[in-house]
């Protein structure tokens, strides 16, 4: 089941989101402030961050947002799938509800950021798998080496 995100799941999204592997320390730290903003303030003006539930586990999260200054164009900020369920559909599901979420808000377009290392490459090719494309690559933006790939979709 998809549903809000309570407070009480941030320690197990935090956990979840460590367990992955694939994210920094520096950015699982954000993800706790990022947390902390949205029960705090973003949520009231429109942030959205949903969890996947199922038999009282909690095995995904996303976080998105309305863009400021644009008109009708959304970030998806945050799509994590713990380890032990990832490429099972959970990420598939999760990002399918935040779509027609977006839609029935009238959203018109839906940018994604991740990056080039190696570890992102299942990441990468789960956006297109899902009609994402790939619409622009700023060399370097994370480090030397690392760079930042955007993804769009209209919605």
């Avoid at 038999?55 to 945050?78: H, Q, S, V």
């Avoid at 994590?80 to 009238?106: P, W």
Wanted: charged share 25%; aromatic share 14%; glycine share 8%.
């Amino acid at each position: 089941m998809i549903r809000p995100t309570i407070p009480a799941d941030k320690p197990i999204l935090m956990a979840l989101t460590d367990g992955t592997g694939v994210f920094k320390p520096m950015e699982i730290e954000a993800l706790g402030g990022v947390f902390d903003e949205f029960f705090e303030e973003y949520e009231a003006v429109g942030h959205k961050c949903i969890t996947y539930e199922k038999d009282g586990e909690l095995l995904g999260f996303a976080y998105y947002a309305p863009t400021w200054m644009t008109d009708r164009t959304w970030y998806l900020w945050w799509i994590v799938v713990t380890k032990q369920v990832q490429a099972r559909g959970v990420g598939s599901q999760l990002l399918h509800y935040l779509e027609e979420d977006i839609r029935n808000q009238n959203g018109r377009l839906l940018l994604i950021e991740t990056a080039s290392l190696p570890s992102y490459e299942p990441t990468r090719r789960f956006y297109l798998k899902h009609h994402y494309e790939q619409a622009a690559v700023i060399p370097d933006y994370y480090a030397d080496g690392d760079s930042l790939v955007v993804f769009s979709k209209r919605l």
